[in-house]
């Protein structure tokens, strides 16, 4: 990468400071760029699904991990639930949905609580392990909610053998007019659901798989405590990298944490951080890590910077970062701060591997919340910090009552802010199709067939917020 006046800004810069120039292009198509990472990870897509509790679930790990895509389970869940979580990811079918099953004796209400948990908002009646009906949202309306769902469920439109193509499976549901097909095995057992657009991505996107052809995941840890025996326990589950986390990473604890998991000479990638400087990402490198987390404060829940003015603009932070983490032959990722598909392709242009992803995707059907409708019916999840008083209450529920008071005096998050889902994309996989076309087309611009080389030929220049401004599209006239 490059400025394009050819020398360092000399102040720091955030995702908003910047653009890409375009540059001379064979690329032909943006489906010619390879959009898989070079960490280690098994990432086919640059994308990371943060470590918070209100979006980071088995839900969200097993339907972005479809698309490339990879997870970090939470640091303060336990490792018992984790490797439940783990263990439910890897037995999850690389094309198509779990499904919401339902017997016919479930009630109306019953459904209706359920199907707000998927993008397609159906579920399947299922006996004997066997589909006998579907029902939808559409089904239940102006139902009384004590109804049984055998009364209101129809006959599955689309019935397909688990071996079905994504290709044959879209043109199946496309001919029927239905909203999804149901696949089963030869004993007419239900595998799994997919719709016609899943179809459609299941030929665009490679999902992220282990050797054993499972789909992948993260799990983080902290840097208290017994860090080498959860660390431990993390890998004996099964888990495809292994993040160590903490808010301030420059620091002893760090390295110690980082010295412990490395001494257990782990098969899988290490991540650690957050730092946002050359010395921090050296001092982690150095003590084991794979990859470093780069970011102090730029996420939509964090209030670091504003209580305590430490942290630094995320593009200069990353630039910095990944110039000396390439040096030592790591990797980074970009944590915090994007807000667009931009802000990915520029992240990755100043030399992250991957971007990681929190409140961007809270406001989806598969972040754990449940889905709440405020006053004027609009649908939203209640997302929070993981500094934030929320947070550490759960974080420290085993602690006596005078310690947990103590830590709660003290809270860098959000504890509770409504993240509303886009009624015409409200799924995290209509999030990364955005990112990805956006990352797709920067790398076009740029003349770049991966994302080493975008980083390789991007060139980079300092806008003012007017300049920003201009780029924003308009959904009325002026």
């Known amino acids: 990468m490059r400025f394009l006046d050819g020398s360092k800004p000399s102040h720091d810069l955030t995702y908003d400071d910047v653009f890409m120039v375009p540059g001379e292009s064979d690329i032909a198509s943006r489906y010619d760029v390879d959009l898989a990472t070079t960490d280690g990870t098994g990432a086919t ?17 097993e339907t972005v991990a479809r698309r490339g895509a990879i997870t970090v389970i939470p640091q303060d869940i336990p490792v018992s639930v984790v490797a439940a979580v783990v263990d439910h990811v890897k037995s999850r079918h690389l094309v198509f949905d779990t499904p919401i ?43 009384d909610r004590f109804a049984q769902v055998s009364q209101v469920m129809r006959a599955p439109a689309v019935l397909i053998d688990e071996h079905t193509a994504p290709r044959d499976a879209f043109d199946r549901i496309d001919q029927a007019r239905g909203a999804l097909a149901i696949a089963v095995d030869a004993d007419g057992r239900l595998v799994g659901v997919v719709t016609r657009t899943g179809a459609l991505r299941a030929t665009l996107y490679a999902p992220a798989v282990d050797a054993a052809g499972s789909l992948r995941i993260a799990a983080a840890v902290g840097v208290n405590g017994q860090v080498d025996e959860k660390a431990a326990a993390l890998m004996d589950a099964g888990v495809d990298c292994l993040v160590v986390d903490t808010a301030h990473g ?22 650690a951080g957050n730092v946002v400087s050359a010395a921090g990402t050296r001092a982690l490198l150095e003590a084991g890590a794979d990859i470093v987390k780069v970011g102090v404060g730029p996420g939509a829940m964090c209030t670091t910077r504003m209580m305590t003015g430490v942290g630094r ?26 807000r667009h598909p931009r802000d990915v392709a520029l992240a990755i242009a100043a030399g992250a591997s991957s971007v990681m992803v929190g409140s961007w995707f809270a406001g989806t059907h598969e972040s754990p919340g449940d889905l709440v409708e405020d006053a004027d019916g609009r649908a939203y999840k209640v997302s929070f910090g993981m500094a934030s008083a929320r947070a550490v209450a759960n974080r420290t529920s085993t602690e006596s009552a005078y310690d947990r008071a103590r830590k709660g005096l003290y809270e860098e998050g959000i504890s509770s802010s409504r993240m509303y889902l886009d009624p015409a994309q409200p799924g995290v996989e209509d999030l990364i199709d955005q990112i990805c076309s956006g990352v797709r087309s920067a790398c076009t611009y740029a003349g770049a067939a991966s994302l080493a080389e975008l980083h390789e030929r991007a060139t980079i220049g300092v806008q003012s917020a007017a300049g920003f401004q201009e780029g924003r599209p308009l959904a009325t006239s002026w």
């Open 313 to 338: 603009p995320q593009f200069s932070a990353v630039l910095e970062c990944a110039a000396t983490a390439h040096d030592l032959g790591g990797h980074v990722w970009a944590d915090g701060g994007v």
């Open 101 to 143: 099953q339902l017997s016919p004796h479930q009630t109306v209400a019953e459904a209706l609580s359920l199907m707000p948990k998927r993008s397609h908002r159906a579920a399947v009646v299922v006996v004997e392990g066997r589909p006998v009906g579907l029902v939808t949202d559409r089904d239940c309306r102006d139902v």
């Open 250 to 271: 420059h620091q002893g604890r760090m390295i110690e944490a980082l010295r412990a998991v490395r001494s257990l000479d782990p098969q899988v990638p290490v991540a």
């Open 45 to 61: 897509v640059p994308i990371i699904v943060s470590n918070m509790t209100a979006i980071a679930g088995k839900r969200m790990a």
